[in-house]
């Protein structure tokens, strides 16, 4: 395991330096799409959670960078964790009310919080600019070459992907896929799950933040449309493309998402359309995405259970 | 004073109405098959759709609209028809977290299908002169086209309680939820009770697009608008209970056109506080049932 990620490191490193500009564009997309991918499975996939929320927190997020930028001046890094500390928050609030909750209620919960987060967005127009967005939000110099912030960027999508290794396979992250084997038992043996739920609720809000405030000067421009379902759906297919319960997961779905997005953009604007219909086949065929299909297939015995026991 | 409040009332009625159409069909199917379709708004969005179709087509003569009205019923009902024979009643017997992902790519599948077929544009249906007319007392205004909808709604939610609470197949389907292993003993097809449902539950979303139609612009965005306010209702309500969809969906149509009155950018803002209020005491809402919580 230790091994694979070294690999993984070296290879996103030469990848900055070999590919031209426009496959550096998309890396880094796909480098901060993984934190949002990650985000909903550590929801789904570890907590048995199914949220169609995520894109809340990566709106929430990359706006808290942008007024704090735009509308009272900060410099770039009390800007960046701004935008953390007001996605952890609104994560916290909503959590709050969406973890009491289980099954298809804290589904639609989820759907209400992200359209909700999208109308505040878009409706306050004199603070946040409603439809138009926020534009010019340009990275300090030091960061203005889009090489220099590809490896910002993939400084922090590293760590980020090293603390969710070590959350996973901390008690707390075996707490949590207890839960989402069975929700009853666990209790019994005195853990609380509302705890815990709210615990993975917020550590998936920190994570999608995380992303938003890479987006946000990765882009220079945002718009409400970040925070509506549409834009959750994103995280959604991602997750499951991947396969939302294994380690490597987001990584896999977030790099075939945003590959195939460059590409398919190219010949068609129906991009939802395709995305859609492969994750339909997905959900049929392959419930554990493609990272379960290579697991199963290197591992090739049949007494092993294809979801449970990855990290 | 009074005048304004018998205004925001009759507004809040249709309002009720509206979103009573849209959950109706969501809360028959969770109540009977135990499915949550996510993709029930693009369904009602596809209505309005084709609504303007058939009365674009038949604007030269004399009660189009009725006819595209009775047609669009027509063609959703067909088109319902096919997709249960591709995808729901393979989806069924899945697990809630499939069932929901499934359905959530048919939103995708769908929306997209509607701006290739239909264009981005916002549309607007030719109303007939009846619909167009505003029956005025003094300073009350109540547009006939309100009064289209209310009546729409009323007829479609004790059409629907009759047949659930006083006919031989609403007995039936009211047990498939709990029964689901005794009923097929019994003799009693079962997938044909899920396919009239979900049939039905269309046909409900459908008469909510044509009642859509007469109030405002055909457009993609008209499905998400109405996103927050129908979960919530469903939520508030109970889900699976009829009656309380209907409770909920007074409630929370009353509430927004007085809300809108005093707050008007807070007052989708308002349900969803409500929603969650009631979720916070009552997780299994107004009138559901504390078992029907998973």
């Known amino acids: ?311 | 004073m009074m005048e304004l409040i018998i205004n925001q009332l009759f507004s809040g009625l249709v309002r009720s109405a509206l979103y009573f159409l849209i959950t109706s069909g969501l809360t028959l199917l969770f109540g009977v098959v135990g499915t949550l379709n996510m993709s029930h708004f693009s369904f009602y969005m596809i209505a309005s759709y084709v609504t303007w179709t058939f009365a674009t087509l038949l604007q030269n003569y004399q009660f189009s609209f009725w006819a595209a009205f009775v047609l669009s019923i027509l063609v959703m009902s067909i088109f319902a028809l096919i997709i249960e024979f591709i995808v729901m009643r393979r989806i069924y017997e899945r697990q809630l977290g499939e069932q929901l992902l499934i359905t959530f790519a048919m939103v995708f599948i769908l929306d997209d299908l509607v701006k290739i077929i239909w264009g981005s544009n916002p549309l607007l249906v030719k109303r007939p002169d009846i619909l167009t007319t505003i029956a005025s007392y003094g300073s009350i205004n109540l547009p006939a086209s309100g009064i289209f909808v209310l009546v729409l709604g009323l007829f479609s939610g004790f059409s629907t309680w009759f047949l659930l609470a006083r006919t031989r197949i609403g007995r039936i389907s009211r047990a498939a939820y709990s029964y689901k292993e005794l009923l097929p003993a019994l003799g009693i097809p079962i997938h044909q009770i899920y396919l009239a449902m979900f049939v039905l539950s269309v046909f409900l979303a459908t008469l909510a697009g044509v009642a859509w139609t007469v109030m405002g612009m055909v457009d993609l965005g008209q499905a998400q608008s109405l996103l927050i306010e129908s979960f919530c209702v469903m939520v508030i309500g109970g889900m699976g209970s009829f009656a309380g969809t209907a409770v909920s969906a007074l409630i929370c149509g009353l509430s927004y056109s007085f809300a809108i009155l005093f707050f008007p950018g807070l007052a989708t803002f308002f349900i969803f506080l409500l929603a969650g209020i009631i979720l916070l005491v009552r997780p299994w809402g107004l009138m559901g049932k504390v078992g029907r919580l998973h």
């Open chain 1, 1 to 311: 395991m230790r091994l694979l990620g070294v690999i993984l490191c070296f290879f996103w490193i030469i990848l900055g330096v070999v590919v031209g500009d426009f496959w550096l564009h998309v890396a880094t997309k796909c480098l901060i799409m993984t934190l949002f991918a990650m985000s909903f499975s550590l929801l789904y996939g570890q907590t048995g959670l199914l949220s169609f929320g995520q894109a809340a927190f990566f709106g929430v997020g990359a706006y808290g960078f942008a007024l704090s930028l735009t509308r009272f001046g900060l410099p770039f890094v009390p800007c960046l964790i701004i935008g953390l500390i007001s996605s952890v928050l609104w994560a916290w609030i909503t959590g709050y009310i969406c973890v009491r909750l289980s099954g298809i209620y804290f589904a639609i919960m989820t759907v209400v919080v992200t359209q909700m987060t999208f109308y505040i967005l878009f409706q306050w127009y004199g603070f946040t600019g409603g439809d138009d967005g926020i534009q010019g939000l340009l990275p300090p110099s030091f960061l203005g070459d889009p090489h220099a912030y590809y490896y910002y960027t993939l400084i922090i999508v590293a760590s980020a992907y090293f603390a969710y290794h070590k959350i996973l396979s901390s008690p707390f992250g075996l707490s949590l896929r207890c839960i989402r084997e069975n929700m009853v038992r666990i209790e019994f043996v005195g853990i609380n799950v509302r705890r815990h739920r709210l615990g993975a609720f917020i550590l998936a809000g920190f994570f999608a933040g995380l992303a938003g405030i890479l987006y946000a000067p990765f882009t220079r421009t945002i718009a409400p449309q970040m925070a509506n379902w549409h834009s959750s759906g994103n995280a959604v297919f991602m997750g499951i493309l991947g396969g939302p319960s294994y380690l490597l997961g987001p990584s896999v779905g977030a790099g075939v998402w945003v590959f195939l997005d460059a590409f398919v953009s190219g010949y068609t604007v129906y991009w939802p359309l395709i995305i859609g219909m492969i994750v339909f086949f997905i959900v049929f065929f392959m419930p554990g995405g493609l990272t379960g299909l290579v697991s199963t297939y290197l591992t090739s015995s049949r007494e092993k259970p294809i979801i449970i026991r990855e990290v």
